[in-house]
């Protein structure tokens, strides 16, 4: 992702992290979902500037933080 960013691999690893984080929460592991939903949060606030689905992606990830 980080060598040829674009729109559809940032939406594609910004989905897979929160996938991961969710399963990370369903299974108890609250440090590691934290850790996937920031790194998620992360991202999209690094490509939001440019991409509005990314500015809404980072509230949803933000959410998942709380």
Known sequence: VKATPNDRSQGD???????VGSVNAKNGD???ARVNFKA???LAAASAASNAAMQRNVIQAQVRLV
């Open 13 to 19: 690893l910004y989905a897979t992290l929160i996938k």
């Open 30 to 32: 609250a440090a590691a």
């Open 40 to 42: 998620a949060s992360d």
